[in-house]
Every structure is written in C-alpha cells, then in structure tokens.
C-alpha cells in the first residue's frame, strides 16, 4: 500500500476541490486545508450525482452465448437489451468488419446533431457516383434539396448520392466529413471503427464492428427524428433542379420486417432499422424493437451470405426478445 504525506494528501484534495468546485459550482463539506488528518471523500462523492461513462450502454468484453439458438450464417451479430442496459447476445461483437450501409446510421447522427433539417442543400458534381450497383436517388449537381429530404432519401431508401450531399453539407467534402465520423465515434466508445466515407461503398479502410455500430444507433436514437425515419414505410416530397423544376421523391423502406415481407416474432415489435449489403460486407441489418416486456432492444447482424439467410439471422435474435 502506497502511503501520502499530510502535506501532500492536503495537495490533492485542494486539486480535487478546485475541479469539483468549478465543475458543480457546490461548496466542499470540508476544508482542504484543515489539520484534521481525514477527509471523508468518499462521503462527498455519493452525495454528488457522477453518472459512470458506460451508466447507460450495455457493456460487451467478450462473445456472450447462453442463448439455445444460435446464427451460425453471420459472421458477427449482437442482442442489446436499450432499457436495462444489458447485453443479451454477442458473437464476434469486436471484430473489425465491413458495415456496408449501415455506416449510414452514424451519418444521420451527425446530420441531426450539427446540422438543421430545413436547411436547404445544394448537390456539387460529386453526387454523381458511378460505382456498379449502388444505390442512388439520382441527384444530379445544382438540385436543391432540405436536409430532412436528404434524411430520407439517406436511412429509408440507403441513397448514396445523398450521403455525400449530407456530408459536404456539413463538413465541405467526404474526407471532412469521414474525419468528423471517426471523431463522433471516439467519443461514444465506437473505438475500433474507421469510417473513410459516409454511405459504406466498398473502402479497405472503412470498419466498425457488430459492438460499435450498437453504440451509435443508441446515440442516434436521442434524435425523435432519427426514430421517425426508420420507422417510416414510405416517404413522398418534392425538391427541386437547378432551374428550379420540381423533383419528385416517391421511396420505400428497403426494411422487409416493416414491410412486411418477413415476420417478426410474437410479442416483437419492429420500430424501425438500416439494411446494408455489398459484395464486401454481405448482408447487414440494424434494428430497433419493442418487446412484450416493455423493454427496447437493438440488435446487429452483420456479414450474413444473403437476404434470406440476413432475415433468418436476424429472426433468430429477436425470438429471445421476451
């Protein structure tokens, strides 16, 4: 046991003292300065409401398999149970993968939190993305569109064009706004992430993992917008061209619990999610639901072989929701 001088204890609890007192704005119940030789800190602290990092995530270290059923077709998938701040299941939780779209929940996020949704946006020539099979609202340079529009386009029907409207918007190009992703993940714990882009195109260097992507849908989720969108099934509005003609929005739900296409389990209620897929990463999918306990459930699928083998994954974890 390290033993501290008198002189030296007085030193830290005046440190202490400064931090606690320019932070609160509260008085300390005792002098730092006092000759008395204890000082009753811990007393201090549970009167002081100091709400711990990780009070309201679940926390994962490692795989956590006590489930009877298992998705054997993903490469990695997660139960987080959001309202008792509890992990359910994991498998593979921390490994390094590809999100495809799914990458687009931490785009909405930042949009929401920096940006305004009746801001008018203006698509530059880099909207035009010609990589095979992406998918694409078919934005072209000088139309005019809100950035709730934008949202839409983004997290309903997975429009990459919009995820680089989105991101010049709010940073004045893809490599600004990729840098401000990986800053916005750092600070909600999403540590073994790196976002190169902000739609999930195919990049070596674009990961997250199953755990990571948990964490930031649960940060979205403070937006009352963010769960708005996902839970829409379809989506009309007009914005405009260059000219000023009018462009139609008409767009659905790429979601096959929502619409439905795929059946939720008994006493499951689906809010809402993204879907991804890419050759890269195959087939993802992030969910909200309610359960019949009340309780509100996120979970991950990530890397499954197909739409079909996706949708059994993900049907497996949500019938442990009770």
Known sequence: MRCTSRSAAAAVITVISLCLSACSG??????????????????????????????????????????????????????????????????????????????????????????????????????????????????????????????????????????????????????????????????????????????????????????DLYLMFNAAMSFDEFRKIINTTEFKSTYKDREGNPKNIEISTTNAYLKGDVRTPDGVNVIGGKTGTTKAAKSCLILLSNGSNDHTYISVILGSEDHESLYRNMTTLLTDIK
């Open 26 to 211: 509260l008085q300390l119940p005792f002098d730092p300065d006092s000759t008395e030789t204890q000082f009753n800190i811990n007393t201090y602290a549970s009167s002081v409401d100091v709400k711990p990092f990780a009070a309201d995530i679940c926390v994962c270290e490692d795989d956590l398999n006590e489930l009877t059923l298992e998705i054997d077709e993903a490469a990695a998938g997660g139960l987080f149970d959001a309202t008792a701040h509890e992990t359910v299941y994991a498998k593979n939780v921390h490994e390094k993968l590809n999100p495809a779209s799914l990458t687009k929940v931490m785009t909405a996020y930042i949009a929401l939190k920096y940006g305004h949704l009746e801001d008018t946006l203006t698509a530059s020539p880099n909207v035009l993305i010609t990589e095979s099979g992406a998918q694409l609202l078919g934005i072209k340079e000088g139309d005019k569109m809100t950035l709730e529009q934008a949202l839409y386009a983004l997290m309903l029907y997975s429009a990459n064009d919009a995820g680089v409207l989105i991101a010049e918007y709010i940073s004045g190009s893809v490599d600004g706004f990729a840098s401000v992703m990986n800053e916005e993940a750092k600070k909600i714990g999403a540590t073994n992430t790196h976002f190169t882009n902000p739609h999930g195109l195919t990049d070596e260097e674009h990961y997250t993992t199953a755990y």
